[in-house]
Every structure is written in C-alpha cells, then in structure tokens.
C-alpha cells in the first residue's frame, strides 16, 4: 500500500480541509501545488451505470479505474488488471495484487464481479447492459476474473476498455437494490475509487475539486486537482492568464494559444467524429427513417468547407460510422456537397418543404457551435426549416431517452482500437439508453455482418467483412457525419509528463504519471 509521506500528505489533507467554502476553494485552486483542467462542458454525475458522456467520463477517469484502458497510441494498456489472456470465447484477467481502495479497504475479483454483473443487468439501469448481454462472469479467485462469451467476439476487448466499465466498491455499493442503485447518492459523491485521485466536491457549473489518493498504487505527484467546465473561448483566456493549466482548445484559437509563452500544443487525430443524430422511432415524423432524407441532409451541407473555416483545416470529413482503417474498404460514397441533389432526394422521400425540426446540442465549444449554425443555413436552403434549440447534457439525453428530439449534433469517440466500438452505436439491441444507437437506426443485416466479423479470429477475414458493414453503413447514413476534427491539447508549462490522446474522454488516462514543475 504506497502513502503519500510528509509534508505531501499535509498539502494534500490541507487543500481538502481548506475547502469547505467556494471562496476558499476557488484560492485553493490558484495554489502552486493545485492543477487546473479544462472540462469541455458540464459534467452531471460519475457513474458508468449512465449512458456515456465525455465530461462525466473525464472526471471518472481520474477518482476510478478500468482492467484496462486505451492509450495515447489507441492501445490496449493495463490497469486494475495486470495481464490477460483471451481465448476464442474466454477472456482471463490477472489483477495486480496488493491494491486498496481510497477509504483502504482491500480490493479483490470480488469488486470486478460485482461491477460487471450490475453493468450487465438491465434492472439496474445500465447503459452497458446490451454490451454485456452475451457474457456471463466468474471471480475464482481473489486475483483472477474470468469473462465467459455466449459467442466468440474478437472485438469484446473495445467494449470494456476505459473509459467504459469503471470498477465500483462492492463493500460501498452491494447492499443497494439493483432496482435502485441507478439513482443512488454515491454517484453524485462518489467518495471512494481505485483512481489516483479522490473526489472531494462537485460545485455545479463551477467545478470538480479531487484530492491525491493516499491508497494509490503508486505516489501521485500532484495533491490536488481542479477540473472547470467552461467554454472554449474563457478556456483560451484563462490558459493565456495562467488559471488553467490544460486545456482542449478549438482550432481557430490555434493561433492565439501558440502565441502564448510556455504553452505546448499538441494534436492527435481523435479516434470518432462529430455527427448528427437523426431521430428515426415511431415516435417521430418516420420519414426520417428513410435512408433518401439522411442522404439528403448530408449533400446538403459543404462539409469540406466545414472544416476547412471551422477546424481551419485540422479534421476530416467522415464518411462512415467505422474509423479503424482496415475496416474501411475503398470507393464509399462522399456525399459531395450538392443542393440540387438534397432537394431531389427529399422530393423523392415525400418531405414538405418549410417543416420545422430543431437541432439540439449543447453550446460552449466553438466548433459545435458554429457547425449548428451552419447546418441550420444548409438544410433551411434546401426545403429543411430548422430551429436551433442550445440545451444542457441532462436536457439533451432526457430527449434521446423519450424520443422527442429532431436531430441532435454531439461528438463521440473511442472507435479507432478496434471497429466493435462502432458497432455498439449502430446495434438494432443498442437503442439509447440501453446502448449508444441514438437515432434508433436499425438495419438486421449489418448487425448481421458486425457479429460474423467479431465471431472471427482471422484478422483478413474480419476485414472483409467489416468492410462489407461498411458499405451498408455508408449507404443507409444512420447519422449524418460531419467531420473528424483533430483533438488540440494545450499545455502550460507547469505541467509535466502530459501524454496526449484523440480521445476527450480519455484524455486524463496517464494522470497517474503528471507531476508540476517546482
């Protein structure tokens, strides 16, 4: 069990002490000893029960942990778990052995078994519970986990990965209904964790203040950490100024941040893509579910012009929901920016022109904002009227949960490890919230090609096959991709040890590795 010794150990327990009003947190964060991050947007509470949401999932990252997750280089790394061995429909974990939770109590199979068979169990509300359907699990002992699929899945691996499953306390949790754990009070306090740091308090809309884990596996250099959910532009300002030490920037601040003294900018192109969402259930206009109408919206919109004024050129237009590169065969569709084509095909598809829809996202990062604006003139001008409705996080998921959205813009990530991740947003078993298929897309038989693909071990063969997936993707458009924008981090100059990934959501996964300058 490794403590933080010393005059660390009074930092530490001091910031946390010290922090018992907002006046005083706030000084607290301006200390030498405090790290300041840059939330993208809101978060609203820290569970992996929940559908997945990239602030929520940044501040997970950092208070639990994963068997393992994936790195800067879009790798399996470990974590929780020390090794493991996958077989044709066996998956065997090692845990390290040794571990405590923050409160110290010790850690064992018996926390991995009982996260996983609540995040497969649909009575306890669990977003990862369509993921998990075709396993079953077994702790034989206190330091080996065994995952057990119904059907080989060469993929299963991308479905767990951080930062999904995030490994709960069983001695804090495992008394709570399943039927009601969902809305306990741990995840909105989520006291104890496996992570480096340890939460100490969420002030809404202002920030995330976590501790240092004194129970860690190993020392954790920085005492404390503040995360701030803020728009791009105060963001920029306030890396200028110093009260932010990283920040993801957007790519027309690019030239301002690298003029700033003693701030690295690094980029990665991000491993998913901004989209929007199509809502195609019975409980809308079901038109939408004609794939003719989704073509339409994507030629009418200049996506090469997107990127070109909004990312200043940093990002790609996206073409298919798969991002791994074997998974994408050559010719697919491009969807070239054309009006006449879009009014043609919604002519085609029975849509009047002037109906009204709006477009849902959640305002503060100024690439979303400006594409919402865009889309908004694009499809207007081809018979599309469209309202833009700014909403919160809670607003915008409560609106995927009952249907009641007409497209929505968000971002997504973590599908460049393996092409199973993409398939998780496309499953006929994977309507929101019990999955990540927002829009209700739905068509049997590339599900049918996803599972043939995941059922082998040959990599040629998946290829093929997923690239068959593909093709009946870009064809059918269950979203409308946008682009695929490359992720800008910038760093201050006292932050060490920084390693930069695509992935917003797993853009903290090395914290345990950073340390401030003296």
């Not at 790394?77 to 040794?98: C, K, M, N, Y």
């Not at 199979?109 to 996260?115: A, G, N, Q, R």
């Not at 497969?120 to 699929?149: Q, R």
């Not at 809309?205 to 501790?211: F, G, K, M, R, T």
Request: with cysteine; proline share 7%; glycine share 8%.
């Amino acid at each position: 069990m490794n403590r933080l010794s010393g005059v660390l150990a009074v930092i530490v327990l001091g910031l946390a002490a010290g922090c018992s009003d907002p006046t005083n947190a706030r000084s607290q964060s301006r200390s030498p000893y405090a790290l300041n991050l840059h939330l993208y947007q809101k978060p609203k509470r820290f569970s992996p029960l929940d559908p997945p949401s990239g602030p929520d999932q940044q501040v997970m990252t950092l208070i639990f942990d994963n068997l393992l997750t994936v790195d800067d280089s879009y790798a399996y790394s470990p974590r929780l778990a020390a090794r493991w061995q996958v077989e044709e429909d066996r998956i065997t974990f090692h845990l390290r052995q040794g571990l405590s939770w923050s409160d110290g109590k010790p850690f064992s199979s018996k926390d991995v078994l009982f996260t996983y068979e609540l995040l497969a169990d649909p009575g306890s509300g669990s977003a990862m519970a369509g993921k998990l359907a075709a396993a079953t699990f077994e702790a034989p002992d206190d330091h080996t986990f065994v995952i057990n699929l119904t059907r080989p899945n060469a993929g299963f691996l991308s479905l767990i990965a951080g930062p999904f499953a995030f490994i709960l306390p069983e001695h804090v949790l495992g008394r709570e209904p399943v039927d009601k754990i969902a809305n306990s009070a741990f995840f909105a306090h989520p006291t104890v964790g496996m992570g480096p740091y340890t939460f100490v308090r969420h002030k809404t809309d202002q920030y995330v203040e976590l501790a240092a884990n004194p129970h860690y596996r190993k020392p954790i250099a920085i005492p404390a950490i503040f995360l701030k959910p803020i728009g791009s532009d105060a963001a920029t300002a306030q890396l200028g100024t110093g009260e932010l030490d990283l920040v993801q920037v957007s790519p027309t601040d690019l030239r301002t941040v690298e003029a700033f003294k003693g701030v690295t900018v690094t980029a990665k192109p991000s491993p998913g893509f901004v989209r929007l969402a199509i809502n195609q259930s019975d409980q809308k206009d079901r038109r939408s579910a004609d794939p003719r109408v989704r073509q339409a919206i994507l030629h009418a919109i200049d996506r090469k012009a997107l990127v070109a004024n909004i990312l200043a050129g940093r990002g790609r237009v996206q073409n298919s929901s798969f991002v791994v590169s074997w998974a994408l065969p050559g010719g697919l569709e491009e969807y070239a920016y054309d009006p006449a084509k879009a009014r043609a095909l919604l002519s085609e598809a029975g849509w009047t022109a002037g109906e009204t829809m709006t477009l849902s996202w959640i305002p503060g990062q100024r690439d979303r904002d400006a594409a919402a604006t865009v889309v908004q003139a694009a499809l207007s001008a081809v018979g599309m009227s469209v309202e833009l409705k700014p909403v919160q996080a809670a607003e915008l998921l409560q609106s995927y949960d009952r249907r009641t959205f007409d497209l929505a813009l968000f971002g997504g990530g973590g599908y460049a490890v393996d092409p199973s991740s993409s398939a998780a947003i496309l499953s006929c078993a994977a309507f929101y919230p019990r999955g990540g298929n927002v829009g209700d897309f739905c068509d049997p038989s590339l599900d049918a090609l996803t599972a043939q693909a995941d059922a082998r071990t040959d990599q040629d063969r998946r290829a093929e096959l997923y690239q068959q997936a593909a093709i009946k993707d870009n064809a059918q458009v269950p979203y409308a991709w946008l682009y695929n924008p490359d992720i800008l981090w910038a760093a201050g100059s006292r932050l060490r040890g920084f390693r930069p990934s695509g992935d917003p959501a797993t853009g903290f996964w090395n914290a345990d590795e950073w340390s401030l300058a003296g």
